[in-house]
């Protein structure tokens, strides 16, 4: 626990104006992000008598081992980057909202030829119009099977589309008329974007046109005697107004508006919003917060409505934002919205009427919520809370082990030979922090020399971190020259300074995956290997825990707890013991290092997978230097497969776009050198597949075609 007056900056050293400010631990990683209009007489705030901080305040600044700020020129300003940099570092003494489920949207894909109405959940893309958020997908699916009669949209995936227009057969929606067929030519690209555009102005709101459209059509075919005709619109008007029916009118003149309502107590707070477009109600959803600060209910609506609009903009920020208390100021807060939406967007308190009314339901939605949450969180902290110091009792550790790192060992009877770590704080996945690695050290199945080298060098890595941000007590080190090859300044080895995110997937250093993040950790994001365990759990007996714990010996680290999970009688094996620690069946301790140990497992073998089906996807055309993927692909297309590809000319490979003549030479030498592939096997009937080569480009979709591995061996994965 720190002594906040020992990294307290001077009052005249602290600007007096707008600026945003960050508290940082003793790991340099930022654990809470405010804003101030005026940053001296904001900190101040938080450097007065301990006894006189809220509880959590006071427990923020004790963690804290330093401040550091930022001026802004106005308000607004400070609000961006408040939201910014508390996406970014993620700080756990800041309110932040999280769903407990990822909300599904009504999705039309607009930025596509022919447009496709779906489900869709995460993040948005651009040049898709959504609809929503739904509470349940099954909702979405209802309305849309309604408006399908009257916009036969296309629905089908890509893959069903292509197979389609190939075989010149529509899919069953087309033949009962629920789908234009497009992929078959029934209606033309722009009349079929027409269609789309009309799905998505009734979705939004504009109903009334349609329906007296559809009325005046349907009119009209009854005088001419068109009786069939007739009813078919009859039915189609029908279908609309049941659509209609789902979202019935709760606010009159069409508004466009989003009430949002919190429930609070002294430790969380619940927040439901209510998205009304054309007066209906057109989604819902809601998020629950711990309040790791305090707060006032202002604060949580400006915290609500940055997690809300901090990504959107022009008409997914309503016209009319409606809030059960205003942010202090509101006149930031309020231009804030309005440059999001790129107009005047109204912030208030309704005071009556249907927009009150509305409020006081929305209101009761949040209440609900919160009282679900309780009742749910109030077993989940204390069970975890349980386990945590059953754990710490087992293993006779100082404290509650707070955080957690597991790790695995996968392969396939030697081959493809992988490890993973996952991570648990407080009881919970850290998924952002989970590392996969692959085993370089040596070739072959041993899994407790695996074990040695992947906790070797994960917490060599922690050592050079430590050292790298001058953490070390007595000021010395480990060398400057890893044995992995890993460098310390933050570069590739062999390659530039990693400065900016790098895709999932891409191998680092010591061949650790990068998980939904990026090497940079200068600022405080944590998503390296900069934080020790309190307890490393390795997935097995005896000789795998001598292995971690003689590779953190190597080391010098002395201060982390190990132990081992054998899954045989589920024995938690501690160092230097003959004899396994046995907790009772009914422990929470013991289940809680049963899901870290099968998180682990999962993870490690999910990545063991993704290679071997890399491996058994790879082909000739892999080895052809110079060749990307997209001429692979285009090889594949214009020939059809490897096979004739091999049969061909050079002039004749030479006919595909983007080949050149050097090129063609360098594919036939290639593909002649390389031996004919196994044959493929179609694993549902065994029958050998022999008038073609599979596509080994790695671009087809589904599983991989399995060429000569026995059955019994795909089943051999550890």
Not at 133 to 143: G, K, L, N, V
Not at 312 to 331: C, Q, Y
Not at 513 to 521: A, H, Q, R, T
Not at 590 to 604: G, K, N, S
Request: aromatic share 6%.
């Amino acid at each position: 626990m720190a002594d906040p007056s020992s990294y307290r900056p001077r009052p005249g050293d602290i600007p007096d104006s707008p600026g945003v400010y960050r508290f940082r631990d003793e790991h340099r990683r930022v654990i809470y992000v405010g804003k101030a209009k005026s940053l001296r007489q904001r900190l101040a705030n938080y450097f007065q008598d301990l006894a006189n901080l809220h509880p959590r305040t006071r427990t923020m600044v004790t963690t804290a081992a330093s401040v550091e700020w930022t001026v802004v020129s106005t308000e607004v300003e400070a609000l961006q980057l408040e939201y910014s940099w508390i996406k970014e570092y993620d700080p756990r003494f800041n309110v932040k909202y999280r769903d407990d489920k990822s909300y599904p949207y009504l999705a039309v894909t607009m930025n596509e030829q022919f447009p496709r109405v779906q489900v869709m959940r995460g993040h948005k893309k651009k040049g898709v119009r959504y609809f929503g958020p739904y509470a349940h997908a099954w909702a979405i699916r209802d309305t849309v099977d309604l408006l399908l009669r009257v916009f036969p949209v296309r629905t089908c995936s890509a893959g069903v589309f292509k197979n389609a227009a190939r075989t010149g057969r529509p899919c069953l929606l087309g033949y009962i008329g629920k789908c234009s067929a497009p992929c078959v030519g029934r209606i033309t690209p722009e009349d079929h974007r027409e269609l789309a555009e009309e799905f998505c102005d009734f979705m939004a709101g504009r109903t009334g046109t349609y329906l007296r459209r559809l009325e005046k059509q349907m009119m009209e075919a009854a005088e001419e005697m068109e009786y069939e005709r007739a009813a078919r619109l009859r039915d189609d008007i029908e279908a609309l107004k049941k659509a209609m029916e789902k979202n019935a009118v709760v606010l009159a003149d069409a508004t466009d508006a989003d009430l949002i309502a919190v429930a609070e107590d002294e430790l969380e707070a619940a927040v439901q919003i209510f998205h009304v477009r054309g007066g209906r109600v057109r989604g819902q959803r809601g998020w629950v917060t711990d309040k790791v600060e305090e707060v006032t209910t202002g604060a949580l609506v400006e915290h609500a409505l940055q997690q809300l609009y901090g990504e959107e903009s022009g008409d997914a920020v309503p016209k009319e934002v409606l809030v059960p208390a205003l942010p202090e100021p509101v006149e930031p807060v309020q231009e804030w919205l309005t440059g999001r939406r790129g107009s005047n967007v109204s912030l208030r308190i309704p005071q009556r009427g249907d927009k009150k009314a509305l409020m006081e339901t929305v209101q009761r939605n949040a209440q609900q919520a919160l009282a679900l949450h309780k009742t749910k969180r109030a077993s989940d902290l204390t069970t975890r809370s349980r386990a945590l110091e059953e754990i710490a009792e087992a293993l006779d550790l100082d404290s509650a082990p707070l955080r957690i790192e597991c790790y695995d060992i996968s392969h396939l009877q030697g081959d493809d030979v992988v490890a993973s770590m996952v991570v648990f704080e407080d009881g919970l996945q850290r998924k952002s922090e989970y590392r996969r690695f692959q085993i370089k050290g040596f070739a072959g199945q041993d899994d407790v020399r695996s074990m040695h080298e992947v906790i070797t060098r994960r917490f060599k890595r922690y050592l050079a971190e430590k050292e790298r941000t001058g953490e070390w007590a007595d000021g010395s080190g480990t060398d400057d020259s890893l044995a992995d090859g890993s460098a310390t300044d933050g570069s590739l080895a062999g390659g530039p300074a990693t400065d900016g995110p790098l895709p999932a997937g891409d191998s680092v250093l010591d061949g650790t995956e990068v998980i939904n993040g990026s090497l940079k950790d200068d600022d405080g994001r944590p998503k390296k290997f900069a934080y020790p365990p309190q307890l490393v759990v390795v997935d097995g007996g005896q000789p795998q825990v001598a292995a971690a714990r003689r590779a953190l010996d190597e080391l010098g680290i002395d201060d982390i707890a190990v132990c081992g999970l054998a899954k045989r009688l589920e024995e938690v094996w501690v160092p230097g013991e003959d004899d396994p620690v046995v907790l009772p069946r009914t422990s929470e301790g013991l289940y809680l290092l049963q899901r870290v140990r099968d998180e682990a497992h999962r993870f490690a073998i999910t990545y063991q997978r993704t290679k071997r089906a890399k491996r058994f996807r790879a082909g000739p055309l892999d080895d052809v230097p110079g060749l990307g993927e997209t001429r692979k692909q285009a090889l594949i297309k214009h020939f059809g497969s490897v096979k004739k590809l091999r049969s061909a000319t050079i002039e004749q490979i030479q006919e595909v776009p983007g080949i050149g003549r050097k090129t063609a030479e360098t594919i036939a030498v290639a593909l002649a050198q390389a031996a004919p592939a196994a044959p493929a096997v179609n694993t549902a009937t065994g029958e050998i597949i022999e008038d073609e080569e599979p596509d080994t480009t790695g671009g087809s979709s589904g599983e991989p075609v399995t060429a000569g591995v026995p059955d019994e061996r795909r089943g051999q994965e550890t």
